[in-house]
Nanobody, 123 residues
Framework: QVRLVESGGGLVQAGGSLRLYCSAS????????VGWFRQAPGKERDFVAN????????NYADSVKGRFTISRDNAKNTVYLQMNTLKSEDTAVYYC????????????????WGQGTQVTVSS
């Protein structure tokens, strides 16, 4: 069982940066793939990035490649999403999610979810 809590969201101007945090409980956090997803009003929940359990392999949506960086510190049970050069279209509620071991890009593939954190980018 894994409990996830996101933080770090807020209001930022276009071109600015934010760092999101996904803090997890559970002794086996290091065995979980963790993903970030986002959902804008009236839209589906979309994949943003994910990171594998041990070697830290990463994947990104094309829309954030080169701007966002996902990383993890298993000793702190935390996954980070560094977001740079933010655009108005990045405005959404950002969720972190976890699944045991295997990579996944679909929300339905993840078993545990946080409550989300709002990111608003003003133009």
């Amino acid at each position: 069982q894994v409990r996830l809590v996101e933080s770090g969201g807020g209001l930022v101007q276009a071109g600015g940066s934010l760092r999101l945090y996904c803090s997890a409980s559970g002794r086996t956090f290091s065995t979980y793939t963790v993903g970030w997803f986002r959902q804008a009003p009236g839209k589906e929940r979309d994949f943003v990035a994910n990171i594998s359990p041990s070697v830290g392999m990463t994947n990104y949506a094309d829309s954030v490649k080169g701007r966002f960086t996902i990383s993890r510190d298993n000793a702190k049970n935390t996954v980070y999403l560094q977001m740079n050069t933010l655009k108005s279209e990045d405005t959404a509620v950002y969720y972190c999610a976890a699944r045991a071991w295997a990579f996944g890009h679909k929300p339905s593939e993840y078993d545990y979810w946080g409550q989300g954190t709002q990111v608003t980018v003003s133009s």
